[in-house]
Nanobody
Framework: QVQLVESGGGLVQAGGSLRLSCAAS????????MAWFRRAPGKEREFVAA????????YYADSVKGRFTISRDNAKNTVYLQMTSLKPEDTAVYYC???????????????WGQGTQVTVSS
């Protein structure tokens, strides 16, 4: 059974930083592209960042480019999202997702985590 478990969310002041982690189990992690999405209150889920299987290429939404960094450790079956210079508009539930082989910036991922709340106060 595939499980994606996010952690690292919380409450932070504007301008602060957080690092999210997503631990994967039940799948061949290095065969999956990984991504982070988020859903803010009253809004649709949106793409945040994605990383290819090797970690050699990354993709970002314009709204987070230069502030967020996605990375992965295939030996630990974990993907990370380092978030800096956080803004109140980054407040959302953050989800990690896994897609077999091919990376995507759309929501067409095979597996999803349960989400972790990030709240940025002004």
């Amino acid at each position: 059974q595939v499980q994606l478990v996010e952690s690292g969310g919380g409450l932070v002041q504007a301008g602060g930083s957080l690092r999210l982690s997503c631990a994967a189990s039940g799948l061949s992690f290095s065969s999956y592209s990984m991504a982070w999405f988020r859903r803010a209150p009253g809004k649709e889920r949106e793409f945040v960042a994605a990383i290819v299987r090797s970690g050699g290429r990354t993709y970002y939404a314009d709204s987070v480019k230069g502030r967020f960094t996605i990375s992965r450790d295939n030996a630990k079956n974990t993907v990370y999202l380092q978030m800096t210079s956080l803004k109140p508009e980054d407040t959302a539930v953050y989800y990690c997702a896994a897609r077999f082989v091919q990376v995507s910036t759309q929501s067409n991922y095979n597996f999803w985590g349960q989400g972790t709340q990030v709240t940025v106060s002004s």
